[in-house]
């Protein structure tokens, strides 16, 4: 089955920083990625949809120079959590899709925290 | 209104009972209709879709309404393995999705 490849997994890092995650479909290519924040006892909240090769689209409320996504390829992703605050700590978790959505492909989700 | 909405729960059954979560959605055009499991502090995973005639697959039944604009989710001769988090997810086109808030499900010996 298809497989989304999230890394890393868990990362610690001072507040000020900033901090990649990297999203790679590995056996499909994926024309759609998403990525969602998860605040604990809560539900998955949309951050931005990125199609390859343009610009993402981000949710409102979310900052776009903040939450940096490059999607320059169709089996990468790459979130940018810059100038990192302790409130920006969370789990965040990116999504691929190969037909428009349908059918979403998990990745294993990286834990922030910011000290 | 949400998009979608989902009684958070929690929901605690014995072992061996049914039980059944709805979730609603507000957009008629929407398309296309999941349901993903989630295990505490992972990602989710797709569980069922939901097709317009209803489907089923082992103790689990998925079911579309259209007309009353809600989806279902029941499960049989509930597990300890079954506790987890239900995510209801809707497509309404476009790569437009939504999430429900999850219901939360705890499985009791």
Redesign the interface.
């Known amino acids: 089955g298809a497989v989304v490849s999230q890394h890393p997994s868990r990362v610690i890092c001072k507040s000020g920083t900033s901090v990649k995650i990297e999203c790679r479909s590995l056996d499909f290519q994926a024309t759609?990625m998403?990525w969602y924040r998860q605040f604990p006892k809560?539900?998955?909240?949309?951050m931005a949809?990125s199609?390859e090769g343009s610009k993402a689209t981000y949710e409102q409320g979310v900052e776009k120079d903040k939450f940096l996504i490059n999607h320059a390829s169709l089996t990468l992703s790459t979130l940018t959590v810059t100038s990192a605050h302790p409130e920006d700590s969370s789990?965040y978790?990116c999504s691929a899709?190969a037909d428009?959505?349908?059918?979403?492909h998990?990745?294993?989700?990286t834990?922030l925290t910011v000290t | 209104r949400k998009e979608v909405e989902q009684d958070p729960g929690p929901f605690n059954v014995p072992e061996g009972a049914t039980v059944a979560f709805n979730c609603t959605y507000s957009n008629s055009a929407s398309q296309s209709f999941f349901w993903y499991r989630q295990d505490c502090r992972k990602e989710p995973k797709l569980l069922m879709s939901v097709y317009s005639s209803g489907n089923e697959d082992g103790r689990f039944t998925a079911q579309l309404n259209r007309a009353s604009q809600y989806i279902s989710l029941l499960i049989r001769d509930s597990k300890l393995s079954d506790s987890a988090t239900y995510l209801c997810v809707v497509n309404t086109g476009a790569n437009n999705l939504f999430f429900g808030t999850g219901t939360r499900l705890t499985v009791i010996p």
């Open positions: 759609t998403f809560q539900s998955l909240m949309l949809t199609n789990f978790i899709s428009s959505g349908l059918v979403l998990f990745g294993n989700g834990r």
